[in-house]
């Protein structure tokens, strides 16, 4: 006699699964859920999954608690997406293009069960005005969940003034929408660029000789599902990222007179880096471009020369090592700061805005763990 392999399992709200045999024919395999589930006759709830997955759920589900487990596991089999509210017991059954379920399947679908976070990136940002009266640094983070992709986005205003505050303050949020649902940053850069000389007049009041607000820009776009960052900047704005041996790299390359004259040779004065050859209401400045694998980055900074300058450039005290040092990203980046204003109120009169956002991504085995979990309830 040939055992039947399990089509479905039942997730008590402790998260104990137990593997079930439910019926083919439908009137009969409704019949099992209503009873499995203590609905009323045809009254249980059901929600797909996947193409090869269906959960379901008691109606009354208002008398029964929460069930997390469940939850989690829906997360995890379907990279992230939100699921339905389910509470009390829920079974997780077999689509009829997948009757049954092997071992390994089985197996899967426990592990999910204990998945209990979603993997997916944090991110934190520290900010301080330094010697300035306003801060008119801009952070933007935009998580666009259909695409499994994010957008982080520094904006360094030109100027301290409070319209350069408020006009970074606007586009920030902007261009890492943009940046995410496309997952094209230079795509977004551009369309921003359009959109901040075509709303010009509106900021400056019509004059025609008005002192333009204006910033530079990066932006990392980080895409799960392909394990790729792509970033894209203007100005002198920069990202770094750290590998999994803790060592940094700088992504970006600046976009200001220092560079320019660096890479050809010549001398390179103090006021060089304060010259400024491409920013967001520049049409035809350059716009720089990376795209990466991300399997070997654990984390990535973004930040405003504010903080760079005085840390890392030339014969500047300090050093990024702080980055490493954090125990997370919100460590890091307060610490960043902190010693980046520390270090600019002994080299400057007067210290810059200063800003860091830090990204730590997630670990390479909780991916391919979520990726194994996801390819299965899709294939």
Known sequence: MTRRLANAVYINLNGACDPLNLAAAPTRRAAELDKLLGSAPGRT????????????????????????????????????????????PI????????????????????????????VRPTAAFAQQCGGRSEQ???????HHRPAGRWAYVVLDGVGDTPLVREWTRHYAPRLAAAAA????????????????????????????????????AVVVVYDQANNTLTTAWCGDARAYQ???????????????????????????????????MSHLAKFYGEI??????????????????????????????GSLDALLL?????????????????????LYDRPDNATALVVTLPEISDLWKLRALVKFSQR
């Open 91 to 118: 079974v997780f059954a077999a689509t009829p293009q997948a009757p049954s379920w092997s071992p390994a399947d089985l197996e899967a679908i426990s592990a999910a069960v204990g998945v209990r976070t979603t």
């Open 45 to 88: 709830i059901t929600h797909r999954l996947s193409t090869r997955i269906t959960a379901h759920a008691p109606r009354a589900g208002w008398k029964h608690s929460i069930n997390t487990p469940a939850m989690d596991a829906w997360r995890a089999l379907t990279g992230g997406s939100r699921p339905p509210q389910l509470r009390g």
């Open 242 to 276: 750290v590998n999994e041996f803790g060592m940094h790299r700088l992504l970006t390359r600046d976009h200001n007179a220092a560079q320019y004259k660096r890479d050809r040779g010549m001398e390179v004065d103090d006021a060089d880096r304060h010259w400024v």
């Open 288 to 317: 720089g471009w990376w795209r990466e694998s991300a399997d070997q980055v654990s984390r990535l900074l973004l930040c405003t020369d504010g903080v760079y300058e005085p840390l890392e450039d030339g014969e500047r005290p």
């Open 136 to 142: 008119c640094d801009a952070v933007a983070i935009y």
């Open 181 to 216: 649902r496309f997952g094209d940053p230079v795509g977004a850069l551009k369309d921003i660029r359009r959109e901040c000389l075509a709303e010009m007049p509106k900021w400056t009041d019509g004059e025609l000789w008005a002192d333009e607000p204006t910033a530079c």
């Open 326 to 346: 954090g125990e997370d990203e919100r460590d890091a980046a307060g610490l960043l700061v902190d010693d980046a204003v520390r270090a600019a109120a002994l």
